[in-house]
């Protein structure tokens, strides 16, 4: 069965940290997604990537960057944290580029931003 | 600009009535929609993938439909239960046979005892 893990489910973090949030995929997908979610706004793409060491920039990008060195792990990297970070971000990740294959999503993690 | 739109925004109903969520979405060359499930504080779920060339998929008591020319996809929920409690998402592929989807803002959906 499709398996994609977030590393925490619960996060605290102060304003001005370095925060990293992993995910991890057991499908061989090819593409993975970090998204935020926050009430009234529905899902905004921040980062995806189609391959591994490759990047691309969703919506909402800045005050984020992202690192995939393995086709399994894609990392959102907050590199300093603000209060207007607190959300709930989910991973997904998806098999190939023809648009015609279903997106899998981990539990998420709830970041607070002190 | 793909838009998804998803009506209505909540529903309160009580047990056993059958429901119709519905979702729209403004460019029809998609290659499939996929319809997801969250609860509180969770990640989404799928629950029914519809490619492009179906026009319905079922699962349980579940059953997605799918009319590309008129930009429109219902989920119709059947003899509903308060486990269904929750909100439901739609996506489509933001243009033509792109892998990144667009997100409806989701129907929350409470069905009482």
């Known amino acids: 069965d499709v398996k994609v893990t977030q590393s925490s489910r619960y996060l605290v973090k102060r304003t001005g940290e370095k925060v990293f949030l992993e995910c991890v995929q057991d499908m061989d997908h090819e593409n993975m997604f970090w998204y935020r979610q926050d009430p009234g706004l529905g899902l905004r793409l921040i980062y995806f990537?189609?391959?591994?060491?490759?990047?691309e920039k969703g919506d909402i990008p800045e005050g984020y960057s992202v690192s995939r060195e393995k086709k399994e792990r894609f990392s959102l990297i907050l590199e300093s944290a603000s209060t207007n970070q607190t959300s709930m971000y989910l991973c997904a990740s998806s098999l190939g580029f023809r648009g015609n294959q279903p997106q899998h999503f981990g539990d998420g993690t709830r970041l607070s931003i002190l | 600009k793909q838009e998804v739109t998803q009506i209505p925004a909540a529903l309160s109903v009580p047990e056993g009535e059958n429901l119709v969520l519905n979702c729209s979405f403004t460019d029809s060359a998609i290659y499939n929609l996929q319809w997801f499930r969250q609860d509180p504080g969770k990640g989404l779920t799928s629950l029914l993938l519809i490619q492009s060339s179906q026009r319905e998929q079922t699962s349980g008591r579940l059953n997605a439909s799918l009319d590309k020319s008129s930009g429109r996809s219902t989920l119709y929920i059947a003899a509903s239960q308060p486990g269904d409690s929750a909100t439901y998402l739609c996506?489509?592929?933001?243009?033509?046979?792109?892998?990144?989807?667009?997100f409806g803002r989701g129907t929350s959906l409470i069905v009482h005892p």
């Open positions: 990537s189609y391959d591994v060491k490759m990047k």
């Open positions: 996506a489509v592929p933001r243009s033509g046979g792109s892998y990144i989807p667009t």
